[in-house]
């Protein structure tokens, strides 16, 4: 088998959609060589719907990662599909999720509540999932790529969502430095917007497309997820085996450019 990730296994969370980054990370992970299992949270019918539209139908494990005992019990979930003793080489995180009153302009108004379960779900979740998942991803050495949004600024109405992405890029960077030692790489891609599910659910999302629309120096496309899955797929490979800690913005260049 020939390809990026021929003989890897790949875990991929937060596929729900065909137009997210997270299905096309996990189709482009297959077509490059990968064995991948799924994630779902909630609607597990949905998710295991577009699982059988991949070039190779995925298994998917219901995963919600403020449940204790579902985190408790991943590692051997997965070992059951993938076969006990062989490990996983990468992990996928694509999760996020902000109540509606900690997004929209509310910043000021959001209660403790709101706040922590978005910090919780989107940020404490990148530690939570890899260490449920270190005692595949130490037997091999293995790479975890997470989704982020660039928190070097205040976006307009992202609100919670935007301190939780700068809490992600944080808690990747301590990750990168506890775990080097068992060969175990921690990276964000930074995406530029894309038009899924997801998007639907920020408000003001509008504003957030127009400035790619207008900035990016290379160009953006709000309907093409793959650039981003591309970044993915190549720091889960082992062409980056020394890069751990970093964020590779995939946005059309927008996070560098001035006024």
């Not at 991949?54 to 993938?82: C, W, Y």
């Not at 660039?150 to 109405?157: L, M, R, S, T």
């Amino acid at each position: 088998m020939s390809g990026l990730l021929a003989g890897k296994r790949v875990l991929v969370t937060g596929v729900l959609t065909e137009s997210s980054i997270a299905f096309h990370a996990a189709k482009l992970a297959q077509e490059e060589g990968a064995e991948v299992v799924l994630t779902g949270f909630g609607r597990l019918s949905l998710v295991e719907r577009i699982a059988k539209r991949l070039p190779k139908p995925a298994p998917v494990i219901e995963l919600d990662v403020q449940n204790r005992d579902h985190l408790a019990g991943l590692a051997d979930a997965v070992a059951g599909h993938l076969g006990e003793g062989i490990g996983l080489d990468g992990v996928v995180h694509s999760i996020a999720f902000a109540p509606q009153d900690a997004l929209g302009g509310n910043f000021l108004n959001t209660e403790w509540e709101s706040v922590a379960t978005a910090v919780e779900v989107s940020a404490y979740s990148l530690k939570s999932l890899t260490m449920a998942l270190l005692p595949l991803l130490e037997q091999r050495g293995g790479s975890v790529v997470g989704m982020d949004f660039d928190a070097q600024v205040a976006w307009p109405k992202y609100d919670w969502m935007g301190v939780s992405k700068a809490a992600l890029e944080a808690t990747s960077r301590y990750l990168a430095r506890d775990l080097g030692g068992k060969n175990v790489r921690v990276n964000l891609v930074s995406a530029g917007p894309i038009k899924s599910m997801a998007a639907k659910s920020i408000p003001g999302f509008e504003e957030l497309a127009d400035v790619w629309n207008n900035r990016a120096p290379i160009g953006w496309d709000l309907s093409d997820p793959e650039p981003a899955a591309r970044g993915v797929v190549a720091l889960l490979s082992d062409w980056f085996p020394k890069t751990t800690g970093e964020i590779v913005h995939v946005d059309g260049g927008v996070h560098m450019m001035g006024a």
